[in-house]
């Protein structure tokens, strides 16, 4: 079965207990949760309590506490005690909300009627409770549309009579088929949540209809039967019996293993269950194998690649980039010296869409710059401005939380528009809402006019004077824009402020007019919806070039204005899902780590990102957003050992980074470059600095690597990039750097034999007229002109 027995067997039964309670109590009959004896979940109750909080949604910027307060302000006590019960109910499943900040605010929620909530047992489990699974991040922060919906379903079943409610709710796929149909949109974790709780024997713990997708779609794929079912719950407990039957004393639980590598694998290779109406057996070798290759994916989410300068760092950030954003596409550029060009562009072009970032960190770099700040708004305040860091990590959880529905468009036959639905505030969210459920897009601009006959702006500007006799421009703007500019096949922005995107849709329908609607907008179009994510909502950058959406309700964009390339990755076929993300800080060794990410040092860890066993989100300072770190984010730092040692690295760094060492490679090398070993050359320098010095400064290989390498490159690499290197690191100690270089002369006649020509300096010949001056003689040091292929010999001995 389903049913989950985690952390304490015996908590969770309650749990499962009181799920059982309110069935039975409160849908089937009228009964009570937290007040004995009472009749709190009465049809009345339910009718009032829609009247003034689902119908009544607070547009203010309050928090979700005072906004609620003011809603129910003019209610009886029985609708306050039913918001206590439908709060309890919310509360029961998340494991991210400790025990007491749940039973406190249902506590806080009855005072305001002057109520004590009775300390019974209930109370008691979900005080001690560690829940059930992790809803997520919108879960929390879309509370009153989960609450509503959970309204929705109680008001459904008390319109039922009492033989019905038995009926339906004796039967998990009518009951599922019924609240389905209570509202047209189902993505509400609440759902499936309920699901879980009502009938944990069929339903997994799995809030996310995302994550729902991604199990059927990879089990689809690998279990090769022609029985699979189509609906999504019925194919995962089909799964789920198939693992039972194959090994009847196991429990298991799609976010633990085995089960979760197999649908959260990140590797190309994936295990293939052969063609039978029952499966085959896994094969349990190639499973394992699987799995430690995913343990190890999970370990270099977070690399460094330190070295030495020159040891390929940068040429090795391109490699592994690529290889984490698609291996298999780009098996064909990694470890092929022939395809670097290729491999450069590509990378390029996913830096360009948004998909890799790169940053440099430095002494002044903070968090600012990195997660977020505050800056200037234009208008003498200040607004908050997402990082880098904040950024690709929205676009990362964004892409792996939504199927995208691909549109391979033409930009030069289409229009690109900017709309807003609604003020950003969340008290709208219900025009929004209203129109994801009915598939289309809405003007609030144009009052009660209908304008289907109206072929130009004249004739909108005329019909809209002849009712209400002033000249509103921009109603008249606006309807134009909409009902005559905007196409069928045009692509829509919805933003989200002037910063953020929360959907793309494609027109499919022209403009009509609809009076009898629940929202104030009258005017729409029919639309598809290509890409919707309220939460983590994607930065207005990752589309559009150098520019914010303007706060305009509805205007066109400029095509200049729009990264095609960023735009059309969105919007392609395989959609958002399961893209990886990477995340390059050169220089990671530079910064202060403590002050570039602040609190959020703990959220890169593993175990500790979104969706993983300890998940940890936090609320950021200036725009109070939650944040997490998503699972197909990958962090990979470059650090020079030259600058700072490994052994000299923030502690919090060096324990949450896999760290790889790439040192000098002299098997790329040529032996034989005009009768030069350059193998044979870096090896003997670097070996003279070891001793002389430390592994962390020796030279890379990179400066050697020509295609067209000849003597006099030889020695211009050697004067412009090597000695000046050594002179960095044996400041002023000319000694050293003789014996680094294979000696030096003092005759004029040999010295283009050595880099390094040397001479004395007597100080009675320079200081001839002060004959009691009395200082020994010096040493001084040039380097050479013009070194030839001896002196390049000379360094390794073949002289």
């Not at 719950?233 to 089909?238: C, L, P, Q, T």
């Not at 491999?343 to 710059?369: D, M, P, R, W």
């Not at 060794?589 to 959220?603: A, Q, V």
Request: hydrophobic share 35%; with cysteine; charged share 30%.
């Amino acid at each position: 079965m389903a049913k989950y027995y985690g952390h304490d067997p015996i908590e969770l039964n309650k749990i499962y207990d009181l799920a059982l309670q309110w069935k039975n109590d409160c849908l089937i009959n009228d009964g009570w949760l937290l007040w004995p004896g009472e009749s709190i979940w009465t049809l009345d109750n339910l009718q009032d309590f829609k009247r003034c909080f689902v119908d009544n949604p607070d547009e203010t910027a309050d928090s979700f506490e005072e906004k609620f307060k003011k809603q129910l302000a003019g209610e009886s006590s029985d609708v306050t005690k039913l918001a206590c019960e439908l709060l309890f109910i919310y509360f029961l499943f998340p494991s991210d909300t400790n025990g007491k900040t749940k039973v406190n605010l249902i506590k806080k929620v009855a005072s305001w009627k002057g109520l004590n909530v009775p300390l019974t047992s209930n109370l008691n489990v979900l005080l001690e409770s560690k829940g059930i699974g992790k809803p997520g991040t919108a879960f929390h922060t879309r509370r009153p549309f989960e609450l509503s919906y959970l309204c929705y379903i109680g008001l459904g079943i008390k319109r039922l009579n009492h033989s019905e409610r038995n009926n339906l709710i004796d039967n998990h796929k009518d009951f599922r088929v019924f609240i389905d149909e209570l509202r047209q949109r189902s993505n509400y974790a609440m759902r499936n949540i309920i699901l879980h709780l009502l009938y944990p024997e069929y339903y997994e713990r799995i809030s996310s209809n995302g994550n729902k997708q991604q199990i059927y779609n990879e089990f689809k794929r690998i279990m090769k039967g022609s029985n699979f079912p189509d609906n999504i719950d019925d194919a995962i407990y089909k799964i789920r019996r198939y693992f039972e039957q194959k090994n009847p004393s196991s429990t298991f639980d799609f976010y633990n293993e085995p089960l979760v590598s197999m649908w959260k694998n990140e590797d190309p290779e994936k295990i293939v269950m052969e063609a039978s109406e029952d499966y085959s057996i896994i094969d349990n070798d190639n499973f394992n194998e699987r799995r430690q290759n995913k343990m190890t994916n999970d370990l270099n989410k977070n690399m460094v690649l330190f070295g030495p300068p020159g040891t390929g760092k940068t040429y090795s950030v391109i490699e592994r980039a690529l290889e984490i954003i698609d291996k298999e596409k780009y098996s064909n550029l990694i470890n092929n010296p022939d395809k670097r060009e290729a491999a450069v562009k590509e990378f390029k072009e996913l830096l360009n869409i948004g998909q890799i970032a790169f940053c440099t960190f430095h002494q002044s770099y903070g968090y600012e710059e990195f997660v977020e700040g505050l800056r200037s708004d234009g208008n003498g305040g200040f607004e908050p401005r997402d990082g880098i860091f904040k950024m690709i990590s929205n676009a990362a959880r964004s892409s792996a939380k939504d199927n995208v529905k691909g549109y391979d468009f033409d930009e030069k036959k289409i229009n690109f528009f900017k709309m807003s639905l609604g003020n950003t505030n969340d008290g709208e969210e219900d025009i929004f809402d209203y129109c994801l459920d009915h598939n289309v897009i809405g003007l609030g601009w144009g009052v009660d006019i209908d304008y289907s006959d109206c072929v130009d702006r004249k004739a909108i500007r005329k019909k809209y004077e002849s009712k209400y006799g002033d000249q509103d421009s921009f109603n008249i703007v606006a309807v134009d824009r909409f009902k005559n500019r905007m196409t069928i096949g045009d692509i829509v922005f919805i933003s989200h402020g002037n910063a953020k995107l929360k959907a793309i849709a494609r027109v499919t329908g022209d403009y009509y007019y609809d009076e009898n609607t629940t929202i104030e907008f009258n005017h729409f179009h029919k639309v598809e919806w290509l890409y919707v994510n309220k939460e983590p909502m994607v930065s207005v950058k990752q589309i559009l070039i150098n520019k914010n959406f303007s706060q305009q309700a509805i205007y066109m964009h400029s095509k200049d204005d729009i990264n095609f390339n960023s735009l059309k990755s969105y919007l392609s076929p395989k959609g958002g899902m399961n893209r990886n993300y990477v995340l390059i800080i050169d220089e990671i060794n530079r910064g202060n780590i403590s002050k570039i990410f602040g609190e959020l040092i703990t959220l890169i860890e593993p175990d500790k990102r979104l969706d993983a066993d300890n998940e940890v989100t936090v609320t950021l300072p200036y725009s109070n957003d939650s944040f997490g770190v998503p699972q197909n984010l990958y962090i990979i730092g470059t650090m020079n050992t030259a600058d700072r040692s490994i052994a000299l690295l923030d502690t919090a760094l060096r324990r949450r980074f896999n760290f790889i060492e790439l040192s000098p490679d002299y098997s790329i090398l040529d032996t034989d470059v005009e009768g030069i070993n350059v193998q044979k050359l870096l090896k003997a320098i670097n070996d003279r600095i070891e001793y002389l010095y430390d592994q962390d400064h020796l030279i890379g290989h990179a400066y050697f690597i020509d295609k067209h390498l000849s003597v006099p490159k030889l020695v211009a690499i050697m004067k412009t990039k090597v000695i000046p290197l050594l002179q960095e690191y044996f400041y002023l100690d000319w000694e050293k750097l003789e014996l680094l270089l294979g000696g030096a002369t003092d005759n004029l006649q040999q010295q283009q034999e050595y880099f390094l020509f040397k001479k004395k300096l007597d100080p009675s010949q320079i200081f001839a007229r002060n004959l009691e001056y009395d200082q020994s003689t010096k040493i001084s040091y040039t380097i050479v002109a013009e070194p030839n292929e001896k002196a390049l010999k000379r360094i390794y001995g073949d002289n």
